[in-house]
Structure formats: C-alpha cells, structure tokens
C-alpha cells in the first residue's frame, strides 16, 4: 500500500519560514520524481517544485530564491524549506510521487496535503 504523509504545515506570520516533510511507503522512493503542489480555496492545483531521482530541483517563478526542494533517499523522505513567507502561499500543500515505466505506464500517488497559513 502506498503512502505518503505530509506533516509540518502551520500558521506563520509574513516574512516567517515553515519546513514541509512528506514520508513515502509502499514506492520505491528513489526512482520517483517527487513534487509539491499546492491548492488555495478556489484555485487549481498548481505545481510549487520538483526534484528529479538525481536530485534536480525545478520551481515555480514566484517561490524561488525563497523555497528549498530536497529529498532523502536513505529516509524515503521530501522536504520543502519555505522562507519569506508571503500571504499569497497560503494554501493545501500536497506531495506527488511520478514515475512513468515505459511510454505508458504512470504511476502516480498523492498525499492528503498540510495546510500553510500565512497571516498576522
């Protein structure tokens, strides 16, 4: 059964940090491209970052410079380093596991998501 849980969301004042950890199981965690998405009320889910199996990391214009993608292999485990928070990031954050085998077969697994809440 595959799982991955995130923890670490909370309320933050502007300008505050927040680290983000999603735990995987059931995958073998290394040969996934992980990512973290996020979901504000009544917006789509839109990709934050990415980091590739060797350990790549890709953002979204408006999160770098101030978001830190990393993942541990030996702990089947992704973080997510948010600093200079802004209202703007508030939202669900969800972790998603890809990996594609072959031309088409996907495998794809979401977490349940952590709330951020940035506000004063």
């Known amino acids: 059964q595959v799982q991955l849980v995130e923890s670490g969301g909370g309320l933050v004042q502007p300008g505050g940090s927040l680290g983000l950890s999603c735990a995987a199981s059931?995958?073998?965690?290394?040969?996934?491209?992980m990512e973290w998405y996020r979901q504000a009320p009544g917006k789509q889910r839109e990709l934050v970052a990415s980091?590739?199996?060797?350990?790549?990391?890709n953002y979204k214009d408006s999160v770098k410079g101030r978001f830190t993608i990393s993942r541990d292999n030996s702990k089947n485990t992704l973080y997510l380093q948010m600093n200079t928070l802004k209202p703007e990031d508030t939202a669900v954050y969800y972790c998603?596991?890809?990996?594609?085998?072959?031309?088409?077969?996907?495998?794809?697994?979401w977490g349940q998501g952590t709330q951020v809440t940035v506000s004063s």
């Open positions: 059931g995958i073998s965690f290394s040969t996934y491209v």
């Open positions: 998603n596991a890809d990996r594609w085998q072959g031309p088409t077969t996907r495998y794809n697994y």
């Open positions: 980091i590739s199996t060797s350990g790549y990391p």
